[in-house]
T-cell receptor
């Protein structure tokens, strides 16, 4: 049973527009959520995180929104750039328990110029 | 940012060979290291969690005698795939988490090892 789901395997966006990547989770014990970016043949790179006590966290062009009641989070990238093209993984963990991250399957973002 | 080095990046070997993969945290002390496996177009699946100086905790379905994990220091963990077979071919990625914040710290990942067993 997948605890972290990214239902869109791919997303195509034009340069300058907004990219919205979505993620759903099922485990109510998760209280720490992260987004990672991954290029082929490289390990995931940490992008941004959010604690369950917040509903929004912003870092430059990247904003993560958390809706706890819906068990849903999203990553907004504005404006999107061609260099943002990569696979984006949503991950979650139970911070109190210090558990490892549980990952979604990833969404491949393609930003065209 | 935190750097995690994983070596080798690619291994091709014959069936029955044992393969060792190293994971090092270069600029921080990794109290906890994790080993993941990724199949094509799939998520990163956690294999095991290791804390420095203690035995690794394996996820359900992962054979601990097959995948030997050693975390002998705060900067090095190794994964040894023993008597590897073609079905062990996969992309293996390590990650490390440091500091005293436990689950409050993000995990930092190595670049992964592509293992191909012929």
């Amino acid at each position: 049973d997948q605890q972290v789901k990214q239902n869109s395997p791919s997303l195509s966006v034009q340069e300058g527009r907004i990219s919205i990547l979505n993620c759903d989770y099922t485990n109510s014990m998760f209280d720490y959520f992260l987004w990672y970016k991954k290029y082929p043949a490289e390990g995931p790179t940490f992008l941004i995180s959010i604690s369950s006590i917040k509903d929004k966290n912003e870092d430059g062009r990247f904003t993560v929104f958390l809706n706890k009641s819906a068990k849903h989070l999203s990553l907004h990238i504005v404006p999107s750039q061609p260099g943002d093209s990569a696979v984006y993984f949503c991950a979650a963990s139970d911070r109190q328990a210090g558990t490892a991250l549980i990952f979604g399957k990833g969404t491949t973002l393609s930003v065209s110029s | 940012g935190a750097v995690v080095s994983q070596h080798p990046s690619r291994v091709i070997c014959k069936s029955g060979t044992s393969v060792k993969i190293e994971c090092r945290s270069l600029d921080f002390q990794a109290t906890t290291m994790f080993w993941y496996r990724q199949f094509p177009k799939q998520s990163l699946m956690l294999m095991a969690t290791s804390n420095e100086g203690s035995k690794a905790t394996y996820e359900q379905g992962v054979e601990k005698d097959k995948f030997l994990i050693n975390h002998a220091s705060l900067t090095l963990s190794t994964l040894t795939v023993t008597s590897a077979h073609p079905e062990d071919s996969s992309f293996y990625i390590c990650s490390a988490r440091g500091g005293t914040g436990g689950g409050n710290q993000p995990q930092h990942f190595g670049d992964g090892t592509r293992l191909s067993i012929l």
